[in-house]
C-alpha cells in the first residue's frame, strides 16, 4: 500500500542526456517535493508544488525543472543531465494539517550520471 | 534565513548505553514546528516524532525529545540503545515556503550501535 510510488527505481543517464524521474502519491496530498540526497549535505529542497498546475523552486532548482500535471503526479526533468546531478532523489508529498506539514517520502531513484 | 544544524555527522556506541543528537534551529518564526526522521539503511526517510509545544515532551518508539525554543534545541533522546537504532536521523523544521510549507533539514546523524 505505498503511498508514494517513484519510478524509475535506478537510473543511468550520460551527459547531456533528460532524465525523467516520475512521483505518484496516494495519500491525496495537496503539496508534493522533490529532495536530492548527498553524504555532508542532508536532504535538499530541489522543487516543490502546493496543488496541481503550481510549482515552485526550492533552495537547488538550478538545472531542474518540475512539472504537477495532477493531484497524483509529480516529475523531476533533467534537461541536460551533468555528472554533479548523480544522486539520490526522493519525492515525497506532505500533510499540512495545522500546519505541521509531515511528509511522506517515496523509496528513492539512484541516479547516476556518467 | 532559516536553518537546522546537528552537530555529530557520527555516532558510534554500544548497546545499552544512551544516546543523544543534537539539534539546533533558527527560523524568524516563533511558532515552528520540529521533526525527527529515521532513516535506515535502503530506505527512505520515515517519521520518527514530532513537536510544536515549547517545553513539552514527545516520545515514540522509546525516543523522546522536548522543543526548547528560549535555547531553539529539539535534541534527540533514548535511554539505552539498540542494534536496530543504527540508522541516519534527520532533524527538520517546518516553514512557510512560497505559498505553501517545506521542510529544511539538517544535514543528517549517523548512529552506529555495535555489541
Known amino acids: 500500500e505505498a503511498a508514494v510510488t517513484q519510478s524509475p527505481r535506478n537510473k543511468v543517464a550520460v551527459t547531456g542526456g533528460k532524465v525523467t524521474l516520475s512521483c505518484n502519491q496516494t495519500?491525496?496530498?495537496?503539496?508534493m517535493y522533490w529532495y536530492r540526497q548527498d553524504t555532508g549535505h542532508g536532504l535538499r529542497l530541489i522543487h516543490y508544488?502546493?496543488?496541481?498546475?503550481?510549482?515552485e523552486k526550492g533552495d537547488i532548482p538550478d538545472g531542474y525543472k518540475a512539472s504537477r500535471p495532477s493531484q497524483e503526479n509529480f516529475s523531476l526533468i533533467l534537461e541536460l543531465a551533468t555528472p554533479s546531478q548523480t544522486s539520490v532523489y526522493f519525492c515525497?508529498?506532505?500533510?499540512?494539517?495545522?500546519?505541521?506539514?509531515?511528509?511522506?517520502f517515496g523509496a528513492g531513484t539512484r541516479l547516476s550520471v556518467l | 534565513g532559516d536553518s537546522v544544524t546537528q552537530t555529530e555527522g557520527l555516532v558510534t556506541l554500544t548497546e545499552g548505553l544512551p544516546v543523544m543528537l543534537n539539534c539546533t534551529y533558527q527560523t524568524i518564526y516563533s511558532n515552528p514546528f520540529l521533526f525527527w526522521y529515521v532513516q535506515h539503511l535502503n530506505e527512505s526517510p520515515r517519521l520518527l516524532l514530532k513537536?510544536?509545544?515549547?517545553?513539552k515532551r514527545t516520545e515514540h518508539q522509546g525516543f523522546h525529545a522536548t522543543l526548547h525554543k528560549s535555547s531553539s534545541s529539539f535534541h534527540l533522546q533514548k535511554s539505552s540503545a539498540q542494534l536496530s537504532d543504527s540508522a541516519l536521523y534527520y532533524c527538520a523544521l517546518s516553514v512557510p515556503y512560497q505559498g505553501g510549507r517545506a521542510l529544511i533539514f539538517g544535514t543528517g546523524t549517523t548512529v552506529s550501535v555495535s555489541p
Open positions: 495519500n491525496n496530498h495537496n503539496n
Open positions: 508544488s502546493y496543488g496541481a498546475g503550481s510549482t
Open positions: 515525497a508529498s506532505g500533510d499540512t494539517g495545522r500546519g505541521q506539514n509531515t511528509l511522506y
Open positions: 513537536s510544536f509545544t515549547d517545553n
